[in-house]
């Protein structure tokens, strides 16, 4: 589509992007942040522009759709909360709409909010495989304009690659939260709500002491102490292809990663976070570098294929706090250094995980095996 000029109101104008929004007059928002002057969507994502009386704006780009009305479902507009809330829900349910919303309710109402986002296959605040942590006192139309203040590698894309990082991940951002004293956390939970995904739910509820749980559409038991609030799945949710959320991922990637990497030597010694390539490092035995094209396990040694044994996508880490991100590229083990190129060189240990990233065209490929 090219520019559209339109006004509208009391409806909801769906926005799809990769376009660009600006707002010439009236009263439009965008799920409860009131909204003025340009607004990006990024490819693969949409946005609902609400007419409060009436809205005149600019489309460039992208397609668009028109609804009666809000398409915020009623119920949520009854959501009161104060200390820790996990949003629960299955992929494309409207978990991060509605953590979207709940935010900008409760900070236009006073309350200072932060976001956990531990949607690591879906990142929003931060790049994939991190869980990252945002706390605002203003509202804002998505999650994605928000600042990173924090951030815990975790190195997958899903929480059941590794599990124990992850909840560990949620904790320690539950924490840093909680030092700048909120009066509400959201945690935006991924969409694995089956085979194992409720034990998880239940697990991170117990690590953080969540006092409720919102669930879109899943069925949950929890301790007695949190309280579940079910809630209905907005209707203009956009489905997204496995294709599609790799494209945003590998968008979030760019974003983080930038185009300004720096090439560095890293001792090997400083390298940690997967257990397989720190015992092909140190020499172990149990698991050798090998031209076999598949994982292969020959008496008690495993056999690794040479081609995954590189590009391993790296947070950085100074004095416990993430600092940024990088690429190892390959292993020198005859040297004991990594050839590397990172966001920053202000770093003493570097987080290895199971994703695996091209550092030329800054996109995910094949991740390291689960073994």
Not at 183 to 208: F, H, K, T
Not at 282 to 294: K, L, M, S
Request: net charge neutral; proline share 5%.
């Amino acid at each position: 589509m090219g520019s559209l000029t339109l006004s509208f109101s009391d409806g909801t104008l769906i926005v799809e992007g990769p376009a660009t929004v600006t707002v010439i007059n009236g009263q439009c928002e965008v799920l409860g942040c009131p909204v003025s002057g340009s607004l990006s969507v990024e490819r693969f994502r949409a946005l609902p522009i609400l007419a409060r009386g009436s809205c005149t704006l600019t489309v460039n780009g992208g397609s668009i759709r028109y609804v009666n009305g809000s398409t915020i479902p009623g119920d949520w507009d009854g959501i009161n909360l104060e200390g820790i809330a996990l949003i629960i829900g299955e992929i494309d349910s409207g978990k991060t709409t509605l953590t979207t919303y709940l935010l900008n309710k409760h900070v236009t109402n006073g309350l200072s909010t932060c976001v956990v986002d531990a949607d690591i296959g879906q990142s929003s605040i931060g790049p994939p495989g991190v869980i990252g942590l945002s706390c605002v006192g203003l509202p804002t139309p998505t999650l994605e304009d928000l600042h990173m203040m924090s951030g815990y590698f975790v190195g997958c894309n899903s929480p059941s690659q590794c599990p124990g990082r992850f909840i560990s991940g949620v904790s320690a951002m539950v924490r840093e939260a909680f030092s700048r004293t909120p009066g509400l956390v959201l945690i935006d939970m991924p969409g694995w709500v089956g085979d194992g995904g409720v034990e998880l739910i239940r697990n991170v509820a117990d690590a953080v002491g969540a006092d409720y749980v919102i669930s879109i559409g899943t069925d949950v038991r929890l301790r007695s102490g949190v309280k579940v609030i079910n809630v209905s799945r907005p209707k203009y949710v956009r489905a997204r292809s496995k294709d599609e959320r790799r494209l945003l991922r590998n968008q979030a990637l760019r974003r983080y990663l930038g185009d300004k990497l720096i090439n560095m030597n890293v001792e090997l010694g400083r390298i940690m976070g997967n257990s397989v390539i720190e015992c092909i490092i140190n020499n172990c035995g149990h698991y050798v570098i090998d031209d076999v094209p598949e994982v292969a396990r020959q008496g008690g040694v495993v056999k690794i294929p040479s081609r995954l044994f590189s590009n391993i996508f790296v947070g950085l880490s100074r004095r416990g706090f993430l600092a940024g991100f990088g690429i190892i590229k390959e292993f020198n083990l005859k040297e004991g250094v990594a050839n590397a190129v990172v966001t920053t060189d202000y770093f003493d240990e570097v987080v290895m995980g199971k994703l695996r990233v091209d550092p030329g065209r800054i996109e995910e490929v094949e991740p390291f095996p689960l073994l």
